[in-house]
Every structure is written in structure tokens, then in C-alpha cells.
């Protein structure tokens, strides 16, 4: 890379930082219970994506796919699926490395901030990325394609109570749209394993989601981890 290529894709990443901050504080004046207004966010978004250099309060989604060992499913033939995508971090890394990447989110703005990172990633990597991201709750979206590779990452039962509903809906609907063979990975949202904690339900929620999963799937892996002071259960499963 050239001198004044390198001083381009200096200001393309200050302009894509510029454009996702933006959104970001459209979103936040607008939503009460954003999760940047969350107390343990102290201000922070939620994602982070080291590619492109921006700083959330979660792990990378690099640090994060490492963790999970998701590069073992990378197939230039598949196509994934992330529900609750946020602002499409994953789906975007994934695009990298599937043959397509989706997801959805129903807020407009992390939408829009994912298909944002989309052009800018496409122009920095010279290569047609092939994401679709849809402006809608999960449990309203009507897809047309079944999948090879699904994600519901801290998606189920979220802290922000938007999504709600009962697991055997939400689980079946990922079966029904997982083609054969496929593959469902699963991160419950953080939980305490005091029963004296306001946030004890999220553990009861992933103990259900287990069970449902269970039920559906075979399991290949599950883990409970520390994250932070609470925990995470991680499931990675495989379409019967
Ligand atoms: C805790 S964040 C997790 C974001 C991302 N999956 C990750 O792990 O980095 C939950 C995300 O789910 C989205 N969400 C909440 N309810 C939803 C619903 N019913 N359908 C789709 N997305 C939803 C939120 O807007 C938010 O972006």
C-alpha cells in the first residue's frame, strides 16, 4: 500500500467512525432503554469489531468467535444468520468468510450502522460482500431462504425486554429455517446464580432455552462461562 492509499483508508475509517456515532446518537436520543443508557454500559455501545478499529463493552466479535470456536463452520458455500444482530458486526465478519451473511435487528438504526460497515468493508477488501440485513423483530420476519449457519447471541430473552415470547416458538423457528445439517450456536444473556439478584430470571430463561434446544437439537457443545460477575450458557448444536 502506497503512501497516499494508506492516508485514504485514514480518513474512509475516521468517515466510518463519524457515520456509526451518528446513528448511534439517533438511537440513544430517541430509546429510552438503549442499551448505551444501560448502567454497566457507562456510555459505551454494545459490539465491538477490531477491523475496523471500534471499541464497545463486549469482547470483539473476533475475540468472541475465537471463544466460541466459530471458524471451524466457515464455509465459502454457506450462508449465515444472525438474530438480534445489533449494529451487523457478525454478520459483516462473517461476510467475510460465508458465502453470504444476514441477520436482523429491529432497531433501525443498528441496521442501518451494519449496512454502513457493509460499504465500507466491501471498498477496503476490494471484494463483493454479501449481506442482507433486515429491519424487523425476529419473531415477525418472514425469511425466504433456509440457512446453513444460525446465531442467537445474547438474542433470547434480552435485557432490553423487546424480545419476549415462549421458547418453544423461538427455537422451532430456527429449526424450521435451518437447513439440513445445519448448525445453531447459542450465548444466553448474562445471569447471577444468586436467586436474590434482580436479574435471577435471565438464569431461569437460559435453563428453558437449554431445554427447548435440547429437545430439538443434538447437542455438539454446551459451557456455562464467567462474564463479568454473572455467567453465560453456550450451546452449539446441530439441526436432527
Ligand atoms: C444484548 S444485544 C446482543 C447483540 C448481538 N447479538 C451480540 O451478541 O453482540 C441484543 C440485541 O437484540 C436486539 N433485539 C431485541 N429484541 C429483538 C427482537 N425481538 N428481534 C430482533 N432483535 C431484537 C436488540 O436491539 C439488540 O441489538
Redesign the pocket.
Known amino acids: 500500500m502506497n503512501y497516499n492509499e494508506k492516508i485514504a483508508n485514514k480518513y474512509l475509517l475516521l468517515n466510518l467512525h463519524l457515520e456509526i456515532y451518528k446513528k448511534l446518537y439517533e438511537e440513544v436520543c430517541k430509546n429510552d432503554f438503549s442499551?448505551s443508557r444501560a448502567p454497566n454500559s457507562r456510555g459505551r455501545p454494545?459490539?465491538s469489531y477490531d477491523f475496523i478499529n471500534f471499541k464497545g463493552l463486549?469482547w470483539s466479535v473476533e475475540k468472541r468467535i475465537k471463544d466460541m470456536e466459530l471458524e471451524k463452520f466457515y464455509n465459502k458455500k454457506s450462508s449465515s444468520f444472525?438474530?438480534?444482530?445489533?449494529f451487523g458486526f457478525?454478520v459483516n465478519e462473517f461476510s467475510r468468510y460465508f458465502n453470504d451473511s444476514s441477520g436482523?435487528?429491529?432497531?433501525k438504526e443498528?441496521i442501518e450502522i451494519g449496512k454502513i460497515v457493509n460499504r465500507y468493508l466491501c471498498k477496503i477488501t476490494k471484494k463483493k460482500l454479501k449481506v442482507n440485513l433486515f429491519c424487523k423483530?425476529?419473531?415477525d420476519l418472514n425469511l425466504k431462504k433456509k440457512y446453513d449457519f444460525i446465531t442467537s447471541?445474547?438474542?433470547y430473552q434480552?435485557?432490553?425486554k423487546?424480545?419476549r415470547g415462549n421458547p418453544n416458538k423461538y427455537f422451532e423457528k430456527i429449526d424450521f429455517f435451518l437447513k439440513k445439517k445445519g448448525i445453531f450456536i447459542f450465548?444466553s444473556?448474562s445471569y447471577p446464580k444468586n436467586s436474590d439478584s434482580p436479574d435471577f430470571a435471565n438464569k431461569k430463561n437460559s435453563e428453558s432455552a437449554y431445554n427447548k434446544i435440547k429437545k430439538l437439537f443434538n447437542l455438539r457443545s454446551v459451557e456455562e462461562k464467567k462474564s463479568g460477575q454473572y455467567y453465560r450458557l453456550f450451546i452449539e448444536a446441530e439441526k436432527k
Request: charged share 25%; net charge negative.
Open positions: 442499551y454494545y459490539q463486549r444472525d438474530i438480534g444482530c445489533n457478525f436482523c435487528d429491529h432497531v443498528f423483530k425476529f419473531e447471541l445474547a438474542a434480552t435485557t432490553d423487546y424480545q450465548e444473556v
